[in-house]
């Protein structure tokens, strides 16, 4: 049984992990979250600080401005956690790093195991296909998503331009611009639209063929479930340094 601290519990990503917590032999000891909730099956504290029970890993999808709390009492408790927020600016990205160096973290952009597989099968086949095919990235979320592009779909577009000495040059928007494609470039579009969970299309147009490589989610518990398989590798991990999805693949 993995003991974990749930950080952001009462969020829509907190309130997924603990659905299907138990289905990866996981316990929440305590969950953190500023909002109150309804009466939970675990206790609730405003900041991580406030816990002085004992956990095997901390999960946090909470807000990148918790980051610090998290960090500090990861390392003062030789607790290794996995960062599954997003919106860390250089600074952070940089103390996070650092501070891998002093316990063991694990750092997803997106924690569908699924993504993550895409990604690496996108750099390959850009690696096989080379020059000759156009790379455009298309992704679809809901109506109520904030930014565009997505996350996602730079991680993806960043797997593809890896494989190219020189990387690629992104485009966003063709329509002030009318001229021929070049071949440094890899598109990136965006769509929003009803309830749509995430859909990426990473499209590889060749002459007289193309291949596409798809991802769709139909349920938010796709990302809670590759949250729960990072705590259960990371609670087994002493290795201090940044982990990430490849090595979890490893660990399947």
């Given at each position: 049984m ?15 992990i603990?659905?299907i ?8 000891v ?5 909002c109150?909730?309804?009466?939970l ?5 405003k ?8 956990a095997?890993?901390i999960v ?7 980051l610090d709390q ?16 997003t ?15 002093k316990?063991?973290?694990?750092r997803?952009?997106?924690?569908s195991?699924g993504?993550?597989?895409?990604a ?16 455009e990235v ?5 109506n109520?998503k ?6 996602t779909?730079?991680i ?9 000495e020189d ?8 329509h002030?611009?009318?001229k021929e ?7 990136i ?18 002459y007289n063929e ?7 989610v139909?349920?938010?518990e796709v990302f809670a ?5 990072a ?9 201090k340094?940044l ?8 660990d399947?």
């Amino acid at each position: 049984m993995t003991k974990m601290i749930l950080s952001g519990c009462n969020g829509r990503m907190g309130r997924a992990i603990a659905s299907i917590a138990a289905q990866y032999d996981v316990v929440i000891v305590a969950g953190v979250d500023l909002c109150d909730a309804p009466s939970l099956s675990y206790p609730v504290y405003k900041t991580i600080a406030e816990y002085t029970g004992e956990a095997d890993v901390i999960v946090d999808f909470s807000h990148f401005s918790a980051l610090d709390q998290i960090l500090d009492y990861a390392v003062e408790h030789q607790i290794p956690a996995v960062l599954s927020t997003t919106g860390y600016s250089e600074e952070q990205l940089a103390k996070i790093a650092e501070t891998s160096k002093k316990v063991p973290l694990f750092r997803s952009a997106n924690m569908s195991v699924g993504i993550n597989l895409l990604a690496l099968l996108t750099r390959k086949a850009a690696a096989i296909l080379g020059s000759d095919f156009d790379i455009e990235v298309v992704e679809k979320h809901h109506n109520k998503k904030l930014d565009a592009p997505s996350g996602t779909a730079l991680i993806l577009a960043d797997a593809a331009a890896a494989a190219f000495e020189d990387g690629k040059q992104y485009v966003y928007d063709r329509h002030s611009v009318r001229k021929e494609r070049s071949k440094d470039e890899i598109g990136i579009h965006s769509i929003r639209g009803g309830t749509i969970c995430g859909d990426h299309d990473v499209i590889f147009a060749g002459y007289n063929e193309v291949v596409t490589l798809s991802h769709s989610v139909s349920n938010r518990e796709v990302f809670a479930s590759g949250a729960l398989r990072a705590a259960c590798y990371m609670a087994g991990v002493t290795e201090k340094r940044l982990h990430s999805m490849n090595d979890l693949f490893g660990d399947l």
